[in-house]
């Protein structure tokens, strides 16, 4: 059990005292690490037309959605307080368009060679993702919803594999 870990809780973000602090990873070894995360935006046909044709009044939405994924899954730790600053190997998102659903859904792949996991970057790129794509087209559809964001999977590390149920 890890000295400073709240007692019985498991919770390594926390010491006994309850005070939160950076989890001391240096002990750990470097692994590759993969997560995989999705999540998806609902929207009225028309928006999801808009977007599919390109009529949106701000441009390429998945394109410029794909590139604020990539670049928060980069900036991850300066979003949550408590992430360790990991440097990347890859970031892989790509956005699946349901006509019949009148949704997008977002995946994330990130990886990195390193001590600690990147579940929290590939979430962060998807939540980022979606909220791109709203702020694209909220003009449109102020009534869009993100929904089901999650993590899929994770390898690496001390813990191995988790693949969620239904993934």
Known sequence: MNPTAAPDTGLTHFDAQ??????????KDVTHRVAL????????????QAIQSGTAKKGDVLGIARIAAIQA???????????????LTRVAVDFDVDAA???????????????????MEALTAVQVG?????DM?????????????????K???KSGSYLASGA
């Open 18 to 27: 309850g005070q939160a602090h950076m989890v001391d990873v240096a002990g």
């Open 137 to 153: 087209c909220k003009a449109i559809d102020r009534g869009m919803t993100i929904t089901g964001v999650k993590l899929l999977e």
């Open 101 to 119: 659903a009148s949704r997008v859904e977002c995946r994330a792949q990130v990886e990195t060679l390193g001590r600690t996991g990147v579940e």
């Open 37 to 48: 995360a999705h999540g998806f935006i609902e929207m009225l046909p028309a928006t999801l």
């Open 73 to 87: 899954a980069k900036r991850t730790a300066d979003l949550i307080p408590l992430c360790h600053p990991l440097p």
């Open 130 to 134: 979606l909220l791109t794509i709203y």
């Open 155 to 157: 390898h690496g590390g």
